[in-house]
Nanobody, 127 residues
Framework: QVQLVESGGGSVQAGGSLRLSCSVSGYTFISTCMAWFRQVPGKEREGVAAIYTSGGRPYYADSVKGRFTISQDNAKNTLYLQMNSLKPEKPAMYSC????????????????????WGQGTQVPVPS
């Protein structure tokens, strides 16, 4: 059974940093499009960043470019999201997701196409 489990969320002051982790079990995430999405109450789910685990450049939403970094540790089957210079916002639920398809990286923002999702971890950034 494939499981994605996020961790690392929590309240952080505006301007601060946080690193989220997504541990994958039941599946070796080679040749997989993996991404982070977030959703703030009252807003649509938004793709934040994505990476193809067998190589290639990362992709980012314009709103996080230069502040967030997506990375992976294949030996640990873990995906990361380093978030710097966080901006104040309502508590956002960050979720990781995976689709074992190298070509999906070109349409990574479409959340409906992913096969596996984690339960999410909440990141509030009080103003």
């Amino acid at each position: 059974q494939v499981q994605l489990v996020e961790s690392g969320g929590g309240s952080v002051q505006a301007g601060g940093s946080l690193r989220l982790s997504c541990s994958v079990s039941g599946y070796t995430f080679i040749s997989t499009c993996m991404a982070w999405f977030r959703q703030v109450p009252g807003k649509e789910r938004e793709g934040v960043a994505a990476i193809y685990t067998s190589g290639g450049r990362p992709y980012y939403a314009d709103s996080v470019k230069g502040r967030f970094t997506i990375s992976q540790d294949n030996a640990k089957n873990t995906l990361y999201l380093q978030m710097n210079s966080l901006k104040p916002e309502k508590p956002a639920m960050y979720s990781c997701t995976a689709r074992p398809d190298k070509f999906y990286i070109t349409t990574w923002r479409d959340g409906s196409g992913y096969n596996y999702w984690g339960q999410g971890t909440q990141v509030p950034v009080p103003s």
